[in-house]
């Protein structure tokens, strides 16, 4: 199964066209998840478009689409919910949106129960979210593979997101700049810059785009997301922060595995 909020993009078309490659069915569940907005998040303006969906998802490969009313998934009395724990949930997205991590594990859950796949594919667009998604399957023996899809970018290379059409004409070619400052990193870190030179390369291109707003950058064991002093493996960058009309995420590996 490939499970998505819809508003289907070439991103969520790979993780089917992916999933339909590697399994007999693919069933792609289009729901957005009240249980994972904050308030004061977009939940009511998030971008929505079913018809579309169900014919793109269908052409990349999708044999069956879940899309259940919220009243479905969370009918008067529902009481229970995932709660990750530790420290893998407690920076970067936990930190800025309280609760969200909890109302992916509770939904996830839920579809992995009503789909029983045997695989789910993620993206690794949302890196934090994709080691979330394995630790709970993990813990609760829930008995799905989780596959985790490389991020697919748009050709100036800002990563694909349904939110994107959240921002404006002035701010589309300034929203490269996460991804410029990933680069950086990983061009420092290939010169010989340490961890914490490297990072500072990235903040320099932050920097230089005042509209942008970062919340973090960070370098990261890939793993346990904690900052790193040293290179280890498969280090990452990850970067998330604020336009004013819109909020995005990336993350890039930065030194090979
Ligand atoms: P969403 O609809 O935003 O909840 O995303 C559904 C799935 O698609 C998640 O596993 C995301 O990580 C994945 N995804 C979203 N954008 C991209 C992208 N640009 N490249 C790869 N995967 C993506």
Known sequence: MVPTMGYLHEGHLELIRRAAAENDEVAVSIFVNPLQFGPGEDYQTYPRDLERDAE?????GADWIFHPAPEVMYPPGFATTIHVGGP?????EGERRPGHFDGVATVVTKLFNLIRPDRAYFGEKDFQ??????RFTADLNLGVEIVPVPIVREPDGLARSSRNVYLTAGERPKATVLYRALLAIREAAASGASPAEALAAGEKVLDGVPEFVPDYLAIVDPDTLEPISKWIP????????????????????????
Do not use: K
């Open 56 to 60: 793109l998802a269908e052409a990349a």
């Open 234 to 257: 498969g280090a990452r960058a990850i970067v998330a922060g604020r336009f004013p009309t819109v909020r995005l995420i990336d993350n890039m590996e930065v030194w090979d595995r």
């Open 129 to 134: 979210q994709l080691q979330v998604v394995r």
């Open 88 to 92: 893998l949930t407690e920076r970067w």
